[in-house]
T-cell receptor, first 114, second 111 residues
Framework: EPEVTQTPSHQVTQMGQEVILRCVPI?????FYWYRQILGQKVEFLVS????????KSEIFDDQFSVERPDGSNFTLKIRSTKLEDSAMYFC????????????FGPGTRLTVT | GIQVEQSPPDLILQEGANSTLRCNFS?????LQWFHQNPWGQLINLFY???GTKQNGRLSATTVATERYSLLYISSSQTTDSGVYFC?????????????FGAGTILRVKS
């Protein structure tokens, strides 16, 4: 059973369009993360989210990115105006609490910007 | 920032062979995870191993935190072991934490 599910599994969009990627945790967790992986490259941290607020973000996570948990369950990553270089696999991960910070990844959303 | 280096970058094995993958990191870390990325792109947790040795079937891992390295052992490799193996170190930051990944080892197991 996956720790989190992500939708869609694959999204194709045109440059300049907005996209929303969704992450749905199986159970109620407080720690969430978004990572991305450009094809053939390493996985990179984007942002961490704790107790419904951004706790840390990387230099990649600029003003065109935003995260929220609109209904207290789904966790979304929005890219406002996509660029070709945003094409990547985007992973949502959830963390464990209590000082044991193992992270579990969802299956990913493959975003293709044309 | 912290550097995470994995070796070898590529590895081709004959089915049934054993292998050792290495992960070096440049600074003290709080924890370390090993992942297997399968051909569908999914990241599968293998080990959460801040120190010591753990075993899970044909896989085992050892982390020597004081010497800043971790090893992943694969014994009696199978074609289903093919994929990319990543190590990732956990860093605590002011208000949260994040994983810093290495570049991975691409493993191909031939039948």
């Amino acid at each position: 059973e996956p720790e989190v599910t992500q939708t869609p599994s694959h999204q194709v969009t045109q440059m300049g369009q907005e996209v929303i990627l969704r992450c749905v945790p199986i159970s109620n967790h407080l720690y969430f993360y978004w990572y991305r992986q450009i094809l053939g490259q390493k996985v990179e941290f984007l942002v961490s989210f704790y107790n419904n607020e951004i706790s840390e973000k990387s230099e990649i996570f600029d003003d065109q990115f935003s995260v929220e948990r609109p209904d207290g369950s789904n966790f979304t990553l929005k890219i406002r105006s996509t660029k070709l270089e945003d094409s990547a696999m985007y992973f949502c991960a959830r963390g464990t609490s209590g000082g044991h910070y193992e992270q579990y990844f969802g299956p990913g959303t493959r975003l293709t910007v044309t | 920032g912290i550097q995470v280096e994995q070796s070898p970058p590529d590895l081709i094995l004959q089915e049934g062979a054993n292998s050792t993958l290495r992960c070096n990191f440049s600074d003290s870390v709080n924890n370390l995870q090993w992942f297997h990325q399968n051909p569908w792109g999914q990241l599968i947790n293998l080990f959460y191993i801040p120190s010591g040795t753990k075993q899970n079937g044909r896989l085992s891992a050892t982390t020597v935190a004081t010497e800043r390295y971790s090893l992943l052992y694969i014994s009696s490799s199978q074609t289903t072991d093919s994929g990319v193996y990543f190590c990732a170190v956990l860093l605590y930051m002011e208000y949260g934490n994040k994983l810093v990944f290495g570049a991975g080892t691409i493993l191909r197991v031939k039948s």
